[in-house]
């Protein structure tokens, strides 16, 4: 919760300010999303509203931001699609309605599922996304968050700007002033700061170009020419109508709410790590999961989209010097207020203001440094980084972060999959092995390489005391040798087992010997 008694009043005005900030900069953003899932501009706008809310009020990271998001409204076009399948013999009007009605109700569902993952404490997964995978993400999602401004460029009259070259060309010669707004707005967000940090550079762009560009008549695409913002209202409670819903079309939704789920999720959360690491101090990723899915839950039922934390706003808010709830809290507010009280000012803000403002965050959010370190990393990390990036430029972030998650633990079983052994004869003729190494699946063909059963002596003697056994796969394969060497009438013996590791054993249990100094770990057995 938000409380007041911890703030001072330089705290509470840079809240005030950089989320009046971010609520600018999210209507744009909630409304193209909206467009992309293919619903009105006013779910986008509602689902930002009420899912920021909530989450600023709940969330695990003070100062994140939350709404109408990308890469969930990009899962929202399968829905969209399979439900006009599903429905062939609509009208357009009701199949728009058809697809909201979907949209709510899987917007719960979604809700409801991170909900049970965040009581389940399964948020603390996020920690086995690897560094390079966490670079690649955060330069990934720099490049789309760029790439996405693309479709504000484009010329009314322009109707394919599939190639962003298209859209440089025809834009600068029949719209050129919005390529000089974005230049001076990104020229202050650059050298204010170093001059005062008293507002908010962004804040200062948008006011002194919105001035400009209304008073000075200026001819340029303007917030009012994405949408009508004049029948915007609070929102209400609007139950999805449930007797629309088959079998047939749970099938279609069950699916789409889990993938949407696990994206926000994943967005989240690695936002949320992100932010931890500008501000050195650590959210719960459990709490923000519990948030994200009571904010989805309650916008479903208010007729709003499904969405997740937002990395660019979030990190608009932070290096605005929003660190508190109160600016996530402002910025929901203000957003609601200014759409619904003051559409007439939101709708002559010059779009091209907001996307300079997006391009400086999108340069803050790469990570140039990891570029950088690119010839220093491994082959292996640097392949991950790489893929990530390239994967949620191209794909979305579910998929690169599982990707890159893959990989890596791929390139670690390689790294690991080798066990060695010393050998040696004691003063009664015992031959000892002495291992070294893990032993799990990926090592067991190593481990099996050590031994010569046929040419070893009647006592054998195996030594784990440098190793140790990971899992079920090491363990069948102490089995398997003990039989081995119990076919062949040969004594074996072995040493520095752990107790866990001596209860999974079957064939090999009776052949372990006590020692003081036994190690003490468990083995991940699934048997």
Same mark, same amino acid.
């Given at each position: 919760m938000i409380n007041l008694q911890n703030y001072s009043t330089q705290n509470i005005k840079n809240d005030i300010l950089s989320g009046a900030l971010v609520a600018v900069a999210l209507i744009p953003e909630a409304i193209a999303f909206a467009f992309i899932a293919g619903?009105?501009?006013?779910?986008?706008l509602y689902g930002a509203f009420i899912i920021g809310l909530i989450t600023s009020i709940l969330g695990g990271k003070p100062g994140m931001i939350s709404g109408a998001t990308g890469s969930v409204a990009?899962?929202?076009?399968?829905?969209g699609i399979a439900v006009a399948n599903l429905y062939p013999d609509l009208d357009k009007e009701a199949l728009s309605m058809m697809i909201l009605h979907y949209i709510?109700?899987?917007?719960?569902?979604?809700?409801?599922?991170q909900v049970l993952i965040g009581v389940l404490k399964m948020g603390k997964f996020i920690r086995l996304v690897p560094q390079p995978a966490l670079f690649g993400f955060v330069n990934g999602l720099a490049i789309v968050i760029a790439l996405a401004q693309l479709k504000f460029l484009a010329p009314q009259n322009v109707e394919n700007y599939s190639s962003w070259i298209n859209v440089f060309f025809a834009s600068?010669?029949?719209?050129?002033?919005?390529?000089?707004? +974005?230049?001076? !707005?990104?020229?202050?967000?650059?050298? #204010?700061?170093?001059? *005062?940090?008293?507002?908010?550079?962004?804040?200062?762009?948008?006011?002194?170009?919105t001035l400009v560009v209304y008073f000075g008549d200026i001819d340029t695409k303007v917030v009012g020419d994405l949408a009508d913002l004049s029948n915007v209202s609070f929102p209400a409670l609007v139950m999805p109508d449930m007797t629309l819903f088959t079998w047939e079309s749970l099938s279609i939704i069950l699916p789409i709410a889990v993938i949407v789920a696990l994206v926000g999720l994943i967005e989240s959360l690695l936002?949320?790590?992100?932010?931890d690491e500008m501000g050195g101090e650590r959210g719960s990723g459990n709490q923000e999961c519990i948030a994200l899915g009571t904010?989805?839950?309650?916008?479903?039922?208010?007729?709003?989209?499904?969405?997740?934390?937002?990395?660019?706003?979030?990190? +608009?808010?932070? !290096?605005?010097?929003?660190?508190?709830? #109160?600016?996530?809290? *402002?910025?929901a507010m203000l957003l609601i207020i200014l759409v619904v009280s003051f559409s007439d000012i939101i709708a002559v803000i010059p779009v091209a203001v907001l996307v300079g403002i997006m391009f400086m965050v999108s340069i803050g959010t790469f990570e140039f440094s990891s570029a950088r370190r690119l010839k220093y990393m491994p082959r292996s990390d640097a392949f991950v980084l790489i893929a990530v990036t390239i994967i949620t430029v191209l794909a979305d972030l579910a998929t690169a972060v599982i990707a890159g998650i893959i990989i890596?633990?791929?390139?670690?079983?390689?790294?690991?999959?080798?066990?060695?052994?010393?050998?040696?004869?004691?003063?009664?003729?015992?031959?000892?092995?002495l291992l070294d190494g893990p032993l799990f699946f990926a090592s067991v063909t190593s481990f099996n390489e050590q031994f010569d059963v046929e040419n070893d002596p009647q006592e054998v003697i195996?030594?784990?005391?440098?190793?140790?056994?990971?899992?079920?796969?090491?363990?069948?394969?102490?089995?398997?040798?003990?039989?081995?060497?119990?076919?062949?009438?040969?004594?074996?013996?072995?040493?520095?087992?752990?107790?866990?590791?001596?209860?999974?054993?079957?064939?090999a249990g009776p052949f372990c010997t006590y020692e003081e100094d036994d190690p003490t770990y468990k083995v991940a057995a699934n048997i």
């Open positions: 619903v009105s501009p006013i779910v986008g990009v899962v929202f076009v399968s829905l709510l109700f899987t917007s719960i569902v979604a809700g409801a599922i600068f010669t029949e719209n050129y002033v919005m390529y000089i707004i +974005i230049a001076i !707005t990104m020229a202050t967000m650059y050298f #204010l700061p170093k001059i *005062t940090k008293a507002v908010p550079a962004g804040l200062v762009a948008i006011i002194v170009m936002t949320l790590s992100v932010l904010g989805n839950v309650a916008s479903g039922l208010f007729g709003g989209m499904a969405g997740c934390a937002m990395i660019g706003q979030s990190v +608009i808010n932070f !290096t605005s010097g929003g660190l508190g709830r #109160l600016s996530s809290f *402002t910025a890596s633990a791929l390139v670690f079983a390689w790294k690991h999959a080798k066990i060695s052994a010393k050998t040696a004869l004691d003063e009664s003729g015992k031959k000892i092995y195996i030594d784990f005391k440098n190793a140790r056994v990971m899992d079920s796969s090491g363990t069948e394969a102490i089995d398997a040798l003990t039989d081995k060497y119990q076919k062949a009438g040969k004594k074996l013996t072995l040493r520095h087992l752990s107790n866990d590791c001596k209860k999974v054993l079957k064939s």
